[in-house]
């Protein structure tokens, strides 16, 4: 197999791979490109391959989800007025469709960019053994052909019109009169719009959304297969990986997707204690959930290669342990037992330098993580996803407050 190359050369090769969607070449391997919705979207002129017109989409996408919405809300007299939550301020509403909804569609091509020099590295970095090497092409065959399934997007539109509707009626709607919905004793009426949000707009949205868990169930597969192969790690690799480090950058190229859906959910939490008397402290649990379950879509694949590195680590521990036993025992025996030569030289010998070498390398074996990540990486990517839910404190601190506890914080 060719390893990846991220050269503009490669680009011809790509772009066809692309266009076509079909399984190409390894070194193709993309888990944004491809499917039915590319092809539709590579048809209707708002992508051109491999996922250039970037702001053409966010703004056509958009606005086929919020413009009818607008126009339909201003039709009967609920846009600004007219109803406890027009459509204009709706948070939830505003928040879906022009900020994480462009957020879902901005990550396709950062995800592109920055996940597909991490194959490369595999065997960049000859992680991947020769003997291996058709194995995992045939991982990366088995990823696209998954990618690439009609069947896999009928199943998300059929869930995004059953479980989607459901989640949203029981989950994210308010109860008080809205643009979308009359409240009375028998239930939820929806209007001209609401039949509009509830049958197009919200399942759009979606769909997208789904179809980015079904992007990661691939991904997670992939690395899952990857892991299963006899890959070639160092303990003593200064990433502290085993030289896998670099699949945390993986994490960090999904936080545009996190963001989108922390602030999905921190517009629904609005609406509630803005529109339905709700309280910030009622919703921790949801926001705690909503925590750990975008951690674990981000950092969850990358634990699949948790056994690999533990048992690198055991082997590691043992192998450079028995090293450094003989070599402590040759020192021991030929500076300080008088079998070599004068102790005064010890300092002009490299064997003094070398002990110290081996006590940092096996300081590198001993500090391994069991996973291809470390703290930093946990801590960044929780701040970015309570970011979007940090102005709801604002609903229980005023700003003036906030601030002067802020700078008392830090002064």
């Not at 772009?15 to 490109?33: C, H, K, Q």
């Not at 308010?174 to 009426?189: E, I, K, R």
């Amino acid at each position: 197999m060719t390893a990846v190359s991220s050269s503009s050369g490669d680009a011809p090769v790509a772009e066809r791979g692309a266009a076509t969607g079909g399984a190409g070449p390894a070194d193709d391997f993309s888990v944004v490109l491809g499917g039915p919705l590319y092809q539709l979207l590579l048809r209707a002129g708002i992508v051109r391959p491999p996922l250039d017109l970037l702001a053409r989409r966010i703004i056509v996408i958009s606005m086929l989800a919020w413009l009818p919405l607008l126009l339909l809300s201003i039709g009967i007299g609920r846009a600004w007025g007219g109803v406890k939550v027009p459509f204009l301020f709706d948070i939830a509403a505003q928040v879906r469709f022009l900020v994480s909804l462009p957020l879902l569609i901005l990550a396709e091509l950062i995800i592109h960019l920055r996940m597909r020099p991490l194959i490369e590295q595999f065997t960049a970095r000859e992680i991947i053994t020769p003997q291996d090497r058709p194995h995992f092409e045939q991982i990366i065959q088995s990823s696209m052909r998954l990618r690439n399934s009609v069947v896999a997007e009928i199943i998300l539109l059929v869930l995004v019109f059953s479980g989607g509707q459901t989640l949203w009626r029981t989950r994210a709607t308010l109860a008080s009169p809205t643009w979308y919905a009359d409240v009375g004793p028998a239930g939820m009426h929806l209007t001209a719009a609401g039949v509009c949000f509830a049958f197009w707009s919200l399942p759009l949205y979606q769909f997208i959304l789904f179809r980015w868990y079904y992007r990661l169930l691939i991904w997670t597969r992939f690395l899952w297969h990857v892991s299963r192969l006899k890959l070639k790690l160092i303990p003593t690799h200064p990433d502290q990986a085993g030289g896998i480090g670099f699949l945390a950058a993986s994490a960090a190229a999904l936080m545009p997707f996190l963001v989108a859906q922390s602030a999905t959910v921190s517009g629904i939490i609005a609406n509630r204690i803005f529109y339905d008397g709700g309280k910030l402290m009622q919703f921790r649990m949801e926001i705690l959930a909503l925590l750990l379950i975008l951690m674990a879509l981000a950092l969850g694949p990358l634990m699949v290669f948790a056994p690999i590195l533990m048992r690198t680590q055991r082997t590691g521990n043992r192998e450079y342990g028995e090293f450094a036993s003989r070599y402590v025992a040759d020192f021991d025996r030929k500076w300080l037992r008088g079998e070599g030569k004068d102790r005064g030289e010890l300092l002009g010998t490299g064997d003094i330098q070398s002990l110290a070498d081996l006590g940092n390398s096996f300081s590198v074996v001993r500090s391994m993580n069991p996973f291809p990540f470390g703290r930093t990486a946990v801590i960044r990517l929780a701040l970015v996803i309570v970011l979007p839910l940090a102005p709801l404190l604002l609903t229980v601190i005023p700003l003036d407050e906030l601030i002067d506890r802020l700078f008392r914080s830090v002064l």
